[in-house]
């Protein structure tokens, strides 16, 4: 409180602003066990783990007047448009009193990538990527059981194919930046879980040096 820094910091962020939070990205394609290992880093690591997925379920639960159409985009793959999306993680982050987000499913698409950014200001400090192939998630996405309404075969086509044309790009474009950390994810969760350590207890060293 009150040193020089933590004012330079105030006027960066915008008058009372508080730091900005730390944000990982964890993407994946659809059934590649992102909310899986997430829940591992809360307890290991004590981020907290905002799905956009969940979110976007939540709202057409609570009624709000955008449930129908988030509610149809989901049952035919389809990326909701990000000002619907962003609204719900800035609101989540606010509500939180952690300063660490693991954001999983989300940027979705290019414009996910672009609105997030100008919006928020927020760089992903990196980019933990699920890489798994469409047999292994295909067949993960038929027993996941959860009850959802995009987890049949005509819908699970069309999000691999909306994964291939639009998200991959957004993790070619994280690549090209240095900021990916991509993890074999076809193995079992055990052991995609050392592998997802490796990246937390590293880039913890890093800090610390
Ligand atoms: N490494 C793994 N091996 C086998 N099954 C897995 C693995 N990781 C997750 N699963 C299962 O696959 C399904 C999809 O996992 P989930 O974490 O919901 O993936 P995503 O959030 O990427 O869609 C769930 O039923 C989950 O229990
Ligand atoms: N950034 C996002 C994330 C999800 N969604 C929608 O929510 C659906 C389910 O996303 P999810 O992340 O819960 O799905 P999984 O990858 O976990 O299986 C997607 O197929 C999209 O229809 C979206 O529109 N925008
Ligand atoms: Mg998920």
């Given at each position: 409180?009150?040193?020089?820094?933590?004012?330079?910091?105030?006027?960066?962020?915008?008058?009372i602003?508080?730091?900005?939070?730390?944000?990982?990205?964890?993407?994946?394609?659809?059934?590649?066990?992102?909310?899986?290992?997430?829940?591992?880093?809360?307890?290991?690591?004590?981020?907290?783990?905002?799905?956009?997925?969940?979110?976007?379920?939540?709202?057409?639960?609570?009624?709000?007047?955008?449930?129908?159409?988030?509610?149809?985009?989901?049952?035919?793959?389809?990326?909701?448009?990000?000002?619907?999306?962003?609204?719900?993680?800035?609101?989540?982050?606010?509500?939180?009193?952690?300063?660490?987000f693991?954001?999983?499913?989300?940027?979705?698409?290019?414009?996910?990538?672009?609105?997030?950014?100008?919006?928020?200001?927020?760089?992903?400090?990196?980019?933990l990527?699920?890489?798994?192939?469409?047999?292994?998630?295909?067949?993960?996405?038929?027993?996941?059981?959860?009850?959802?309404?995009?987890?049949?075969?005509?819908?699970?086509?069309?999000?691999?194919?909306?994964?291939?044309?639009?998200?991959?790009?957004?993790?070619?474009?994280?690549?090209?930046?240095?900021?990916?950390?991509?993890?074999?994810?076809?193995?079992?969760?055990?052991?995609?879980?050392e592998?997802?350590?490796?990246?937390?207890?590293?880039?913890?060293?890093k800090?610390?040096?």
């Amino acid at each position: 409180m009150g040193t020089v820094v933590d004012a330079a910091n105030k006027e960066a962020n915008g008058s009372i602003a508080e730091k900005k939070p730390t944000v990982i990205f964890v993407l994946g394609g659809p059934g590649s066990g992102k909310g899986t290992q997430c829940a591992n880093i809360v307890k290991h690591f004590g981020y907290t783990h905002l799905s956009a997925g969940d979110l976007l379920r939540a709202e057409i639960k609570s009624g709000s007047e955008n449930g129908t159409m988030i509610q149809n985009m989901i049952k035919e793959g389809k990326i909701v448009p990000s000002e619907v999306t962003i609204k719900l993680l800035q609101k989540a982050i606010q509500e939180n009193g952690n300063d660490k987000f693991l954001i999983d499913g989300f940027p979705r698409n290019e414009e996910n990538r672009a609105a997030f950014e100008e919006v928020t200001k927020i760089e992903p400090e990196f980019v933990l990527f699920f890489d798994c192939s469409e047999e292994e998630m295909e067949r993960r996405l038929l027993g996941r059981n959860q009850g959802r309404e995009d987890d049949n075969i005509e819908t699970i086509r069309k999000r691999f194919n909306v994964f291939l044309e639009s998200s991959l790009p957004v993790v070619q474009y994280y690549e090209s930046k240095g900021k990916v950390r991509k993890i074999d994810a076809a193995k079992p969760v055990e052991e995609v879980f050392e592998a997802v350590k490796a990246v937390f207890n590293a880039k913890d060293e890093k800090a610390a040096a």
